[in-house]
């Protein structure tokens, strides 16, 4: 189980077959079979032995990939049936062994996906031709449920948490003995639950495979080329969007750190608005009504930006001075010379100004290479929100008391938050970021190779105090 745990990263998404634990693969001897098929001409005959007569080739193939969706799709749904009439549903009559959140935490909304999944199903039974498979246009029924397919999101962000639960739970007896009676009773093959709780995750990572192979199999002529197209680039998008939050939740508890590293913190939270940093960096500041220059840290997150002051001696900490609604602010780039609103000479300036009333803050850079990356920054972060909204993105209440009950055990009352000796000792890594709460094992999952890095790290571990 914590070996589960440990892989989600990129890779465990888009590497299903890796992942593989309780289901029958036919699509593995299949694909060998597509690799024969582009061998040439000269193995033409060899591979209508295995195909069988009757169909030229890329027909055949065509109805092999069809019949292979129905075929994994329809074990699936009896797949979900038995985890949550064999598990969920026999595990809420022991209220004296399960909590709800419990249950939550280990089976997430699987039951959704259930019902959802049926549906799906129905669908591509009706555009399933059974006669001609290679007819089938099923292309469609992807396209219509692309938006439904997000809710896999929740399930593939909860399944790490899913494990660690278990793996609680398993080194009871009762426990142990209670999931293998709900196994047998439902007569599914041995397998442990956490394993039967992985096969949603391998399943949102295959349809683009099996929607890959159907499109090479169908020709631009066929009916159901253009929306088979259409629901490849769909089914791939789904597996990015669920990356990308993915990437925003384990960042939660890195901005709850953060933010419990700030002296004098005042107001809400960052997390109640905000779960990722855009950028950072220095800047000088000038605001109405005191035009007096202050050089001030930035932190732009999604929906605000946070600034601070550095210690006048010890540099390597902050104090919070204050916050910007980015929802309420238009971003202005400012042309070097003399700027009217604050009556000064500028150079490299930008200008962030209320959409109502009379707030102006004037920052300035010192490179104007700075002021342009702040530029595609504040571009970014608009894009983002926008983006969030769209496809409903949020953290739960739950979600943000858990990162700053976390962040405030790593930085516990009344201990200093900042040790010189610490502090020096990071500078001298070549990794100076890695927040310090982090056990021993996820100490080692970081040194491997991963997906493409996270850039919040980046932006805060080249901001000297934040290296801790």
Known sequence: MENQNSSWGFNTYLCPYQLRVNQDEPMDDYLTHLEDAHAGEENREGLGAILGPGLPCKEQMRTNVINEIMSTERDYIKHLKDICEGYVKQCRKRTDMFTEEQLCTIFGNIEEIYRFQRKFLKGLEKNFNKEQPHLSEIGCCFLEHQTDFQIYSEYCNNHPNACIQLSKLVKVNKYVFFFE?????????????????????????????????????????????????????????????????????????????????????????????????IFSGELSKLSHPHAKSQQRMFFLFDHQMVYCKKDLLRRDMLYYKGRMDM?????????????????????????????????????????????????????????????????????????????????RKTHPAGKPKVTRPYYDFLMRQKHPSLPTALPQQQVFMLAEPKRKTSTFWHNIGRLTPFKK
């Open 327 to 407: 929802d309420c602010m238009q971003v202005i780039d400012v042309e070097d010379g003399k700027e009217k609103d604050f009556n000064i000479s500028v150079k490299n300036a930008l200008k962030l100004q209320a959409l109502a009333g009379d707030e102006t803050h004037l920052l300035c850079s010192k490179k104007p290479e700075q002021k342009q990356r702040w530029l595609r920054a504040f571009a970014d972060e608009r894009i983002q929100v926008q983006h969030d909204c769209e496809t409903g993105f949020s953290l739960t209440e739950v979600q943000k008391k858990q990162a700053m009950l976390n962040a």
């Open 181 to 277: 009676a709900c196994r047998l009773l439902q007569k599914m093959i041995d397998i442990s639950l956490d394993g039967f709780l992985l096969t949603p995750v391998q399943k949102i990572c295959k349809y683009p495979l099996q929607l890959a192979e159907l499109l090479k199999y169908t020709n631009p002529q066929h009916r159901d080329y253009t929306d088979v197209e259409a629901a490849l680039n769909a089914m791939k998008n789904v597996a990015r969007l669920i990356n990308e939050r993915k990437r925003r939740l384990e960042n939660i508890d890195k901005i709850a750190q953060w933010q419990s590293s700030i002296e004098d913190w005042e107001g809400e939270d960052v997390l109640s608005r905000s779960s990722d940093l």
